[in-house]
Structures are given as C-alpha cells and as structure tokens.
C-alpha cells in the first residue's frame, strides 16, 4: 500500500496529539538515549585508555622475579646481563631493556625536602634516544639522559622529571646538584611534561643508574625489568621468549610475573566491552518496555479509528493494506522516538563529558564520551523494529476486523 | 442479456443462541444496467442485511449472488474488497469520510487501493469532485465543509473508481430536507448519466424517487416493479386495509 501517506498520516496523528505522542515514545526515548549514552562512554573510556598505554609505551613489557623457585635455598638468578643477551639474541621481538629499581629515600635540595617524589634506578636502555622517549612515555626536554658510562661506572648523575625542575630549580637544573638519602646526584637532564606537573605525579620522578639505586636500597639483585617489543604485534612473542627463558631458570612458573602492556589493554579492552554490553542488555529493557508502551497506544488507535478502518474495508482496502498501514504508524512513532532519543543522547554524553573533564581535571585532550555511527546506527534500527515488531500484533487486529461491524462502530 | 445484480434465492440467517433469525428469507432478484432502484423496507426487514451482501460486505448462508457475471457469493474477505474496489461505490449515511485526510486524499482513496498511480489518482479525483462541483474544496479537511458538501465528496470518492453500480445507504439520513432533495436529484442525475444506483432506505418519500421499488418485510420482498404503485409504498397489512375487504393481486 502507499507508503508515502501511511507515513504522512503517521506524522500527522504525532503532531495533532503531542502529550500522548510523548508520553508513548518516552520508553524508546529513554532506552535509546541510554544506548547512546553507554556507548559514548565506552567508547570514550577506551580512547582514554588507549590514549594513557599509548602515552606509557604500548611496547612496554613488564618483569618481576618473586622468588627463586626450587626451594628456600635455591641460588637460582637472573642479572641484568642475561636480560642484555636476551634482547641481542632475539633482536626481531625486543628492542632494548632496563632494570628498574624502585628506591624509597627522601630527596632534598638546600633545606626543601621532597617527601613524595620517586627514584627510580634504570640503565641507559631505558631511554631511546632515536625515538626521544623513555620507556615510561616521557621525551627529555633538556640535557641528556643516563648513559653507559653513567651506568657502568655508576656515577652520581639523575635525570629528573618536570616537576623537580621547576619546583627545586625554578626550570634551571641542569649541573645543579640534590641528595637522594645523603648522596649527592648531579642532575644531567630534564625530562618533558607528562602529567600535570604536581607532587607526587609521573612528573615528580627521579632516574638515577640502577646500580647506584640498590646500593641505596642495599640489595644485592634486580627484581624488576622493563623490556620493549620491537612493536605492538610482536609483543605476545616477545613475551614468550622472556617466560621461557626465566622457567629455564627457575623451573617455576610461579616465581616471576610477565606483563605486556598490549595484553594489559586487551584484557581490558575486553572487559569495558563485557561491561558495556551488560549495560546496553538493561538499558535494552527500556526499549521493551517502550515497545509495549507502542502496542498499548497502537491498540487503542485501532479501537478509535475502527470505522476508518471500516470506511477504508470498504472502498477496497485489503487486509495487507490496513495491517501495513498500522505497522508503518507504529516504525514512525518508534522510529522518531528514536531520532529523540538519539538527539537526547548525543546532548548528555557531551555534557558527561565536560562533567567528567571539570571532575578530572584533565583538561580537553582527556576524557572525551563519543558516539559511535554503529551505536547511532543500531539504535536507531532497534527503536524502528521495535515499533514494527511491537506494532503487528493491533495492526493485525485492525486488517482482521469485519467491515460491517467495523462500519456500525460509534 | 446478463443481469449486472443478480440474487437467487438468498437466505441469511444468523444464530441467535437457541434461535436462528432469517434476515433474508429466500431473495431473488435482478438489476440491470442503467436502473435506478430503491431496496425499501422498515427496520428489521432485511433492507441492511440486503445492502451487505449486494455491497459484498457480506455472504449469504445460501443461495448465490452474481455481480457482473461473476459469483461473489462464497468470497473470501480479500477478495470481496477487491470486488468492492472495483465494481462498487458505497455513499453512507454519516458520510464516512476520513477526517485527518483532505477532500482530494478521500476521493483517491479508492484509487490508492486499486494501485493508481499518483498522477492518475490526483487526475481522476480531481474529475469526480469537478462532477460534483467542489473542485476547489479539494484541499480543505471534511469538518471545514457542510453536511451536503461533505455527501458530496463522498459521492464523487464512489464515483473516482468509476464502479459498476453506486450503493447508497440512507445517503439523507444525516442532512436536512433542503439539501437531502440537493443529494437525491444528484443521484438521478448520475442515474441519467448512465449510472446504475441502488438506494437504501425506510423512507418512502425518497425511495418514489427512483425508478423501481423492491420492497422487504420480514426478510421477504413483497413488491417489485414501479416506484408509482401504491403496493410499492406500503406494508402488505396496510395495502389489505386500503383495499377494504377486496383482495391482494
């Protein structure tokens, strides 16, 4: 039958009777916009993520020996040069590594004490000096970074992290000199802003070399190393070759952990989507109920309009005709509470978002919630199904209505 | 020569619980091309049950009912609408016409549903209304238009699909005496145009205005020939009464 003017007369009855036309799209409303809304945020949530390991290094593998694995007096280990052979021996996976040595010790310049700032011990591997960036994401700004006459020698230099340089130096570092627990360091770089330059933050950083970072913690082994993979596709491999080499050692799956930073974002990558598909089942929910909502106001249409339908038997409407003529008013009605709805949601995910960024404080380049076509698409698609699905059963009512009872009907 | 309505032996009868009521009590009867017939009967007569199954909106229980040549008599609903569409134009009492829809909108209706394409529909329906002469309401909404007016339009939208016979139900019922005559010489001026129309009504006023009368009591006809003979007026009692103590013929 005529497209055209079920759909025109579908407008017509939604313009004539706005409350009601409202109040029986608010299901679809509220459920589609709900969609939108945890789509935008989901799909925000994993740029933001993607954004943070990118800044990180998604290259990034991390390694921690816990223990030494055949028993309590087993003399089993690993050192930094075995970590330095690795990488020579399998130079397609890993492009460099680095001991890394957490140091708890207060940092002073003159009479200021720095309580939260953290020393970290690496080699000289930590920093590519061909890309400008450190393993943890920063590009020195100034100076030079550590290098293998620091490391080897274990001289007391430190590159140190925007923060330091500001607050300690006024932005004047370089050659100047802080203690770290009693000793003296000369700090020979600066590295660039990472966070937002305040205690505490990845830009109140120290590196010194490892060796001198465990003299101040007085031990005697690297428990932690950084490796990178020569790319993101070669990390799962690389991470291999690492598991395998330190079972080799250690005979004990249980004594060192290996982490890559592409499995870390995967692994969460797939949770945020296990998570927003939980939320877009419920927010689904609404848009069931809104569809009854459709089939309620559609089945009291054909009620009021039984002698439309009547007149309409009797000029020659065939049951076809009359059945896709409610169906049709009912995808409009659900189909323009879905533009609503969609409209609705694109509003609040951008307002989320400026609520999220002022709570944050991270800035416009932070959390930013976006609707994706595909959410947009889909939800635009269900709400019209739903109105089409929800509206057969009163459209097959009204084709199925005798034409004379239909004609007597006041 | 073919009859266009032809009903042989038609009975209808409805279950009413226990009781079984013979709406049509055995109906014969033919149409031919051209006339102007009034089915004429108080209520409960069988007049409405008669208009159903000649507008094939209904079935008889038995008997056949031929419209065109062609046996409608055991139709099924779409069929029929198809038949509706194409041979017949219905004129209601309460006009029918669709209120959200303009006067153009109703009168293609039936063209929609034949699957007319929109500019033949715009075309024909523009003609019917000019036949009508309310051509230039053609944009306007019913309620903006008077009771005969609005008859009017539902005239022209029974005659946009250019039917076989016109069937109108009490099509005065609802309009005053002035513009009821208006609707009615409208009517035997379509009938002078070539038209075959068949008019239900109780009122024998507006029933001598067509050609021929065929009148129903209790499901059965009782007159059938000129609309200027009194028995075509009058139950069969009160023509007993008339004629004293002579005999019925």
Do not use: W
Not at chain 1, 323 to 349: D, H, N, P, W, Y
Not at chain 1, 351 to 372: C, E, M, Q, R, Y
Not at chain 2, 15 to 29: K, N, T
């Amino acid at each position: 039958m005529n497209f055209g003017q079920s759909f025109r007369l579908a407008i017509k009855s939604l313009r004539t009777s706005k409350m009601r036309a409202l109040l029986t799209m608010l299901g679809i409303i509220i459920g589609v916009a709900a969609v939108i809304i945890i789509t935008s945020l989901g799909n925000g949530m994993k740029n933001y993520m993607n954004k943070q390991f990118d800044q990180l290094g998604a290259n990034l593998i991390q390694v921690q020996v816990t223990g030494r694995g055949g028993g309590t007096m087993s003399s089993r280990s690993v050192d930094p040069a075995d970590m330095y052979a690795l990488v020579d021996k399998y130079p397609g996976y890993l492009s460099g590594v680095s001991p890394y040595v957490r140091t708890v010790g207060t940092v002073r310049h003159g009479s200021d004490e720095y309580t939260r700032t953290s020393t970290y011990g690496v080699s000289e591997f930590y920093y590519d000096a061909s890309r400008n960036q450190a393993m943890s994401g920063e590009k020195l700004e100034t100076g030079r970074f550590l290098t293998y006459i620091d490391v080897s020698r274990r001289q007391n230099v430190c590159v140190i992290g925007n923060y330091l340089a500001q607050e300690a130096f006024q932005g004047n570092a370089l050659g100047k000199t802080l203690t770290i627990q009693g000793s003296p360091f000369t700090v020979v770089g600066v590295l660039s802003e990472k966070a937002d330059s305040t205690a505490g933050s990845g830009d109140d950083v120290i590196f010194i070399p490892y060796e001198n970072a465990m003299t101040l913690n007085g031990s005697g082994s690297v428990n932690f190393y950084l490796f990178n993979s020569t790319s993101k596709d070669t990390s799962a491999s690389a991470k291999g070759i690492i598991e395998n080499k330190l079972f080799k050692v250690f005979q004990d799956k249980d004594t060192y952990f290996v982490m890559s930073s592409a499995e870390m974002l995967d692994a969460m990558n797939s949770m945020l989507n296990t998570l927003m598909a939980i939320l877009i089942l419920i927010a689904a929910i609404s848009l069931l109920v809104g569809g009854i909502g459709i089939m309620n106001i559609m089945l009291v249409s054909v009620t009021e309009r039984t002698r439309e339908i009547g007149v309409r038997k009797s000029l020659g409407a065939k049951r076809k005709d009359i059945r896709s003529q409610f169906i049709i008013e009912a995808g409009t009605t659900s189909a323009v509470g879905g533009v609503i709805g969609i409209v609705l949601g694109i509003i609040m995910a951008n307002i989320l978002t400026n609520v999220i960024a002022f709570v944050l404080k991270t800035g416009n380049d932070g959390f930013v919630a976006i609707p994706t076509l595909t959410g947009i698409a889909v939800s635009f698609g269900v709400s019209v199904g739903v109105g089409i699905l929800f509206g057969y059963l009163p459209a097959n009512k009204a084709a199925r209505l005798n034409p004379i009872d239909a004609l007597r009907y006041d | 020569m073919e009859h266009l309505i032809e009903l042989r032996d038609v009975y209808k009868i409805y279950r009413m619980g226990e009781e079984s009521v013979h709406a049509l009590d055995g109906v014969s009867l033919a149409i031919d091309p051209g006339e102007f017939v009034a089915i004429v009967g108080s209520s409960g007569s069988g007049k409405s049950t008669a208009m159903n199954i000649i507008g094939c909106l209904d079935v008889p229980t038995s008997g056949t009912y031929h419209l065109g040549g062609i046996d409608v008599s055991t139709m099924e609903d779409d069929q029929q609408a198809e038949i509706r569409n194409k041979m017949l134009g219905f004129i209601f009492q309460q006009y029918n016409l669709i209120p959200k829809l303009t006067v153009q909108e109703n009168v293609e209706l039936p063209l929609l549903y034949a699957g007319v394409d929109a500019a033949q529909r715009h075309e024909r329906a523009l003609r019917a209304l000019g036949r009508v002469g309310l051509a230039e309401k053609r944009k306007n909404l019913p309620s903006q238009l008077s009771g005969g007016q609005q008859q009017r339009v539902s005239i022209a939208r029974a005659l946009a699909g250019n039917p076989s016979v016109i069937l109108a139900d009490e099509p005065t019922g609802a309009l005053d005496s002035r513009t009821g005559r208006e609707v009615l010489t409208f009517l035997q001026q379509l009938n002078a145009e070539g038209d075959t129309v068949v008019l239900i009504t109780h009122d024998n006023s507006i029933a001598v205005k067509a050609k021929r009368i065929i009148r129903l009591q209790d499901g059965k006809i009782i007159y059938d020939g000129n609309a200027h003979d009194p028995r075509a007026v009058v139950s069969a009692e009160e023509y007993q009464e008339i004629l004293g103590e002579g005999e019925p013929t």
